[in-house]
């Protein structure tokens, strides 16, 4: 039988499936390349997609943030402040995140990962319906918080794809 877990593993796991592949065989110069000035790069968005589900799914869980806990802002040594996710970064700030290898990427995306589906595999198909975030007009569910992440790392991780295609063509 397929639970809603099951679904939600899936999805997570294809997202990682593909930040290796966006990643792989890239050097930091290549990973911190911008079309133009005003676009981002495959490093600035595999690390805001990897940050977005750190922060979204540590809140649900009520558990501590891997790149905090595990200290990936000092491996990482970025100027932000240690609970930016990117969201609102200006075409500087995303400037900002270079000379970040592929390696130190997937590491972050596979420890943020493991605690991701190590939180899915708790759930009840039930839980799927408790109110998180009474901020928002519907107010938001568990279930869509956990969509809304996949459908933010989905999109993120096929603009990086697209980069690298641009990057790697003829």
Sequence with gaps: MTTSGDLLIDAFDRIRHTVH??????????????????????????????????????????????????????????????HATGYGHSPKDVAAVGGITGEALVEYHDA???????????LEDADYARVVDRNWVPAVTLGV????????????????????GWLLRP
Excluded: M
């Design 21 to 82: 592949e966006v990643v792989d065989g890239l050097s930091p110069e290549a990973l911190a390349v911008r079309i133009d000035d005003g676009a981002n790069s495959i490093a600035w968005l595999v690390w805001h997609l990897t940050r977005i589900q750190d922060d979204h799914v540590a809140d649900v869980a009520g558990t501590d943030e891997v790149w905090i806990a595990q200290d990936w802002t000092g491996r990482f040594e970025l100027p932000f402040s240690r």
């Design 112 to 122: 943020v990962h493991e605690q991701t589906v190590s939180y899915i595999r708790t």
């Design 145 to 164: 918080r956990l969509v809304s992440v996949v459908s933010d790392d989905l999109q993120h991780v096929g603009q990086a794809a697209f980069i690298k």
